[in-house]
């Protein structure tokens, strides 16, 4: 059966180990859906001097409803140091397997030829240098939005997709990241600074 044929093909390349569970792969699928549907270029806006914030009650409140109303700090860390892992980790034909395996044999449908299937996707996926988070992000991807078993170039297509997304991803969450802690250094120099001083009335000579 197509099942025994992929179990078999993902096990032998593992040399007969258990399955490796891919939730550590799948660790900025878990981030990125925990952070949500987020315009992250709006938290990016250019922090202030203090010395401004200090001048300006209205900065000062827009700044700090800036860092009040952006992802958390943590979240946005981890995101950075799980994306830019993912990125720096070598192809594994081991996980590759696993993951193609997987989309595979969710589809009630099968290729007409399975192993040839299996193998040159296998293949090509590791050839073109796809990373194991990557690829089982994609292989994720495409069971949650097919119906139908991929052809090879769609499957290499979203792997290209989720490694664009991903380093787009580091990139943008460390902007946002850095602006929060320069926001967040104003506003504390700025609430410590001692208030401007007030300009003298005129009075008319009086």
Do not use: H
């Not at 952006?70 to 070598?90: I, R, Y």
């Not at 990557?134 to 939005?145: F, N, P, W």
């Not at 787009?168 to 946002?176: F, K, Y």
């Amino acid at each position: 059966m197509t099942n025994e044929i992929t179990t078999a093909r993902a096990r032998s390349l593992s040399r007969n180990s258990a399955l490796p569970n891919l939730d550590r792969q799948l660790s900025v699928e878990v981030l990125l859906a925990r952070l949500g549907q987020v315009n992250m270029i709006s938290f990016t806006t250019s922090i202030p001097d203090a010395s401004f914030l200090a001048r300006n009650s209205r900065e000062l409140q827009r700044v700090r409803e800036q860092v009040d109303a952006g992802p958390d700090a943590n979240l946005l860390l981890s995101l950075v140091e799980n994306t830019t892992d993912a990125l720096q980790t070598d192809p594994d034909p081991k996980v590759t397997a696993v993951a193609v395996a997987l989309l595979f044999d969710s589809r009630a449908r099968q290729p007409a030829n399975p192993i040839t299937y299996l193998s040159i996707l296998c293949s090509d996926l590791v050839r073109l240098g796809f990373q194991p988070a990557v690829v089982a992000a994609a292989c994720q991807r495409l069971r949650e939005t097919t119906a139908f078993i991929p052809e090879i170039c769609e499957v290499i297509e979203a792997c290209r997709k989720v490694q664009l997304q991903y380093r787009a991803t580091a990139r943008m969450a460390s902007l946002v990241l850095q602006t929060r802690m320069e926001a967040v250094a104003a506003i504390r120099e700025a609430e410590s600074l001692p208030p401007p001083a007030r300009k003298p009335r005129d009075c008319g000579g009086w």
